[in-house]
């Protein structure tokens, strides 16, 4: 039965490569990145996601917020399928992008983690170096051949990323010698450098300090125009800060998905409220 | 209600007493196992040591007619009942492969026989009185005189105790753990990857896991049995063989090396997995450039050590027939050869005197390369540890 919803909405819904137009919100001029629907997620017996809806747009950040253990690295990692490596996870429901199912058996992960890439919440850059760290995966995915392209495409990433500075001179000592902040920014270089549709991010600062910190959101900022942000943070201000769209998470549920400012001045759920608040989490 | 700290420590007063006497315990252990190791390690070099010397005696060697069926007659009579037989029997073959030497005479060292080396190092031994004088005058005129002995590198075994080396039986140690090493490090190895990277976590995976873990501990002559069935009987690989009995070590060594690059394996953090999983890595790129060389140093490790301990094993050797006398170095990993061990062992059981010295010399040489192997094996963990 489920197949026969795809085959359907499939033909429905046109991808957003190939130019035709996809849903958007119409009130703000938004296009839709990933449509989550009914998505529930178990461990085992126990149940992490309950009937999930979300639409997340293309060129915003979405922050994930909520009390911890409600299930935002969960259901970010339904984004990119990093759940597949988690064993005992049985998913119902459907997360699209370009209107495929992402979880439909035709998908290929390799293919979705192309598109959808990831930045942890403990900077884990590969124990190589600098230079290796950004122009693995390219190079794995074909993306480039010819040395020159490879070198500019690590510069160009690595200048996104805003870490270019710091790191030209020295982009053969392993990336594991950089500071925390500088790691986690090699990580987003490392994302990029696939050039993806999507980043998600998990507590991208939470392990770093003010500074670093600060220096990541600007980075969200400038990263918003090529890509899809979805971030999860524990930080209320960050989330005022960064996101343009949040969405309240608790005990696995969405109590409430609003644009950032009604969220934060206006939220229509009392849990949501007390939460950010400080009344609660 | 406080209490004071002499109050404290007063109740205190026990433990501590108690942490001490445990200290105290541990260090006598310890104690007593270095003493141990000393007394092994000062008895061995005691015993083995004179081994690498070898008494050696100056002689005129006639390269006449009658040397040429009968070596002894090349030998002043006199001089001829302190020379090796094993020199006799060489010299007609000498003779034989230059023609130029017919009608010769050459001053020359040669190997004496074993009984005179043993009364110069002082040990039990057959020789008469006269003799014994014969032999002291010559050590004066320093015609007879100890050298290092480098038939014991360079010769296999030999009835003569004089004439016995390690050499047939070093090669053969090298063979056989070459093919010990060609077989259980590839499907080690793979089976380890196979079983922390892929497998799934089901009764069938949990079952081979728990088995594996128990081969560890098989008593290594069963690990024979096994090769004399499956190696010579069935597949008819030839006995005695460095093939077989490289096989039949690879049987031993697989659960080791298996054990120890899975814990390599799991001993590479998780982050870098899911990193690499994130840039869109199937299973096999996440294994091969990510995983597998932060684990390879454990693996080295690992299967050196699982090496050292086959190359010290006799016990499932005996039953594939590699426990035999070896004179020639084997030329094929299908002909009949020994291992070091087994040598020593072979020796050991030879009742002449003279063979406890090669009997010890074997085991220094065995215990100088395990030690060796060993200390490669630290060395490389520590080089290559690494803090998460
Ligand atoms: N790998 C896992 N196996 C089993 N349960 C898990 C696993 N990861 C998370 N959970 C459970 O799922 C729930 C949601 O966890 P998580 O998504 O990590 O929450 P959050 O990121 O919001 O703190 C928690 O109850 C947690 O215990
Ligand atoms: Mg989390």
Same mark, same amino acid.
């Given at each position: 039965?489920?197949?026969?919803?795809?085959?359907?909405?499939?033909?429905?819904?046109t991808?957003?490569?190939?130019?035709?137009?996809?849903?958007?919100?119409?009130?703000?001029?938004?296009?839709?990145?990933?449509?989550?629907?009914?998505?529930?997620?178990?461990?085992?017996?126990?149940?992490?996601?309950?009937?999930?809806?979300?639409?997340?747009?293309?060129?915003?950040?979405?922050?994930?917020?909520?009390?911890?253990?409600?299930?935002?690295?969960?259901?970010?990692?339904?984004?990119?399928?990093?759940?597949?490596?988690?064993r005992?996870?049985?998913?119902?429901?459907?997360?699209?992008?370009?209107?495929?199912?992402?979880?439909?058996?035709k998908?290929?992960?390799?293919?979705?983690?192309?598109?959808?890439?990831?930045?942890?919440?403990?900077?884990?850059?590969?124990?190589?170096?600098i230079?290796?760290n950004?122009?693995?995966?390219?190079?794995?995915?074909?993306?480039?051949?010819r040395?020159?392209?490879?070198?500019?495409?690590?510069?160009?990433?690595?200048?996104?990323?805003?870490?270019?500075?710091?790191v030209?001179?020295?982009?053969?000592?392993?990336?594991?010698?950089?500071?925390?902040?500088?790691?986690?920014?090699?990580?987003?270089?490392?994302?990029?450098?696939?050039?993806?549709?999507?980043?998600?991010?998990?507590?991208?600062?939470?392990?770093?300090?003010?500074?670093?910190?600060?220096?990541?959101?600007?980075?969200?900022?400038?990263?918003?125009?090529?890509?899809?942000?979805?971030?999860?943070?524990?930080?209320?201000?960050?989330?005022?800060?960064?996101?343009?769209?949040?969405?309240?998470?608790?005990?696995?549920?969405?109590?409430?998905?609003?644009?950032?400012?009604?969220?934060?001045?206006?939220?229509?759920?009392?849990?949501?409220?007390?939460?950010?608040?400080?009344?609660?989490? | 209600?406080?209490?004071?700290?002499?109050?404290?420590?007063?109740?205190?007063?026990?433990?501590?007493r108690?942490?001490a006497?445990?200290?105290?315990?541990?260090?006598?252990?310890?104690?007593?196992?270095?003493?141990?190791?000393?007394?092994?390690?000062?008895?061995?070099?005691?015993?083995?040591l004179?081994?690498?010397?070898?008494?050696?005696?100056?002689?005129?060697?006639?390269?006449?007619?009658?040397?040429?069926?009968?070596?002894?007659?090349?030998?002043?009579?006199?001089?001829?009942?302190?020379?090796?037989?094993?020199?006799?029997?060489?010299?007609?073959?000498?003779?034989?492969?230059?023609?130029?030497?017919?009608?010769?005479?050459?001053?020359?060292?040669?190997?004496?026989n074993?009984?005179?080396?043993?009364?110069?190092?002082?040990?039990?031994?057959?020789?008469?009185?006269?003799?014994?004088?014969?032999?002291?005058?010559?050590?004066?005129?320093?015609?007879?005189?100890?050298?290092?002995?480098?038939?014991?590198?360079?010769?296999?075994?030999?009835?003569?105790?004089?004439?016995?080396?390690?050499?047939?039986?070093?090669?053969?140690?090298?063979?056989?753990?070459l093919?010990?090493?060609a077989?259980?490090?590839?499907?080690?190895?793979?089976?380890?990857?196979?079983?922390?990277?892929?497998?799934?976590?089901?009764?069938f995976?949990?079952?081979? *896991?728990?088995?594996?873990?128990?081969?560890?501990?098989?008593p290594?002559?069963?690990?024979?049995?096994?090769?004399?069935?499956?190696?010579?009987?069935?597949?008819?690989?030839?006995?005695?063989?460095?093939?077989?009995?490289?096989?039949?070590l690879?049987?031993?060594?697989?659960?080791?090396?298996?054990?120890?690059?899975?814990?390599?394996?799991?001993?590479?953090?998780?982050?870098?997995?899911?990193?690499?999983?994130?840039?869109?890595?199937?299973?096999?790129?996440?294994?091969?450039?990510?995983?597998?060389?932060?684990?390879?140093?454990?693996?080295?490790?690992?299967?050196?050590?699982?090496?050292?301990?086959?190359?010290?094993?006799?016990?499932?050797?005996?039953?594939?027939?590699?426990?035999?006398?070896?004179?020639?170095?084997?030329?094929?990993?299908?002909?009949a050869?020994?291992?070091?061990?087994?040598?020593?062992f072979?020796?050991?059981?030879?009742?002449?005197?003279?063979?406890? *010295?090669?009997?010890?010399?074997?085991?220094?040489?065995?215990?100088?390369?395990?030690?060796?192997?060993?200390?490669?094996?630290?060395?490389?963990?520590?080089?290559?540890?690494?803090?998460?």
């Amino acid at each position: 039965m489920n197949s026969q919803v795809a085959e359907r909405e499939m033909t429905s819904m046109t991808s957003q490569r190939t130019g035709q137009p996809v849903t958007r919100n119409e009130q703000v001029g938004h296009d839709l990145s990933v449509r989550v629907r009914d998505l529930s997620l178990w461990y085992g017996e126990h149940q992490a996601l309950h009937n999930v809806n979300i639409d997340i747009y293309q060129k915003n950040v979405t922050a994930l917020i909520g009390p911890s253990g409600c299930g935002k690295s969960t259901f970010l990692r339904c984004l990119n399928r990093m759940n597949d490596l988690i064993r005992n996870v049985r998913i119902q429901g459907r997360v699209e992008m370009d209107g495929r199912d992402v979880n439909e058996p035709k998908m290929d992960e390799v293919a979705l983690r192309r598109r959808v890439g990831m930045v942890f919440q403990k900077p884990n850059p590969f124990p190589k170096s600098i230079f290796e760290n950004v122009a693995y995966a390219p190079r794995m995915h074909d993306l480039v051949s010819r040395k020159a392209d490879q070198d500019e495409l690590v510069e160009r990433s690595l200048r996104d990323a805003g870490l270019w500075e710091e790191v030209k001179d020295k982009l053969h000592q392993p990336g594991t010698s950089l500071s925390g902040g500088q790691q986690q920014r090699l990580c987003i270089a490392r994302a990029i450098a696939v050039q993806p549709d999507v980043i998600l991010m998990d507590e991208p600062t939470s392990a770093l300090d003010p500074i670093s910190t600060a220096t990541i959101e600007d980075l969200m900022d400038k990263l918003k125009k090529q890509f899809t942000i979805v971030t999860v943070t524990h930080n209320m201000q960050q989330a005022a800060r960064v996101a343009d769209y949040t969405a309240f998470f608790h005990l696995g549920e969405i109590i409430e998905y609003n644009d950032t400012k009604t969220m934060f001045s206006n939220p229509h759920t009392k849990k949501a409220e007390d939460y950010i608040t400080g009344r609660f989490g | 209600m406080s209490h004071s700290f002499d109050e404290i420590s007063a109740q205190l007063k026990r433990r501590h007493r108690k942490s001490a006497r445990l200290k105290w315990m541990s260090m006598a252990s310890l104690g007593i196992a270095l003493l141990f190791l000393v007394v092994f390690f000062a008895d061995m070099l005691n015993k083995g040591l004179p081994a690498f010397q070898q008494a050696y005696v100056q002689v005129e060697v006639d390269y006449n007619e009658d040397a040429e069926t009968m070596g002894r007659a090349a030998l002043d009579p006199e001089i001829a009942s302190l020379v090796s037989r094993s020199f006799e029997r060489l010299i007609p073959g000498m003779i034989r492969d230059d023609a130029d030497l017919l009608g010769t005479t050459e001053t020359r060292w040669v190997l004496t026989n074993s009984q005179v080396d043993q009364y110069l190092k002082g040990h039990r031994n057959e020789l008469s009185d006269d003799e014994k004088a014969a032999i002291d005058e010559r050590v004066e005129d320093g015609q007879v005189d100890m050298k290092f002995n480098t038939t014991f590198f360079s010769q296999g075994d030999s009835k003569m105790a004089e004439r016995a080396g390690i050499m047939a039986a070093a090669v053969g140690t090298i063979m056989t753990m070459l093919v010990t090493l060609a077989v259980s490090f590839p499907i080690g190895v793979m089976t380890a990857i196979y079983l922390e990277e892929f497998a799934p976590d089901n009764r069938f995976t949990q079952a081979i *896991e728990i088995n594996i873990n128990n081969l560890a501990a098989i008593p290594s002559i069963l690990f024979g049995l096994l090769g004399l069935a499956v190696f010579i009987n069935f597949f008819g690989v030839p006995r005695s063989s460095p093939l077989v009995g490289g096989l039949t070590l690879a049987l031993m060594t697989l659960p080791v090396i298996i054990i120890s690059t899975r814990a390599a394996l799991r001993s590479v953090p998780d982050s870098i997995r899911q990193g690499a999983f994130a840039v869109g890595c199937s299973r096999w790129q996440v294994v091969r450039d990510h995983v597998l060389p932060l684990a390879l140093p454990g693996i080295m490790t690992g299967s050196i050590i699982g090496l050292a301990q086959a190359m010290g094993e006799t016990a499932p050797l005996i039953i594939v027939g590699m426990v035999a006398f070896i004179p020639d170095v084997s030329a094929s990993f299908t002909e009949a050869a020994t291992v070091l061990p087994a040598q020593v062992f072979t020796w050991a059981g030879e009742p002449e005197r003279a063979f406890v *010295e090669k009997t010890a010399g074997g085991i220094l040489v065995l215990l100088a390369v395990l030690i060796f192997m060993n200390a490669t094996a630290v060395m490389l963990r520590k080089k290559f540890e690494r803090r998460w």
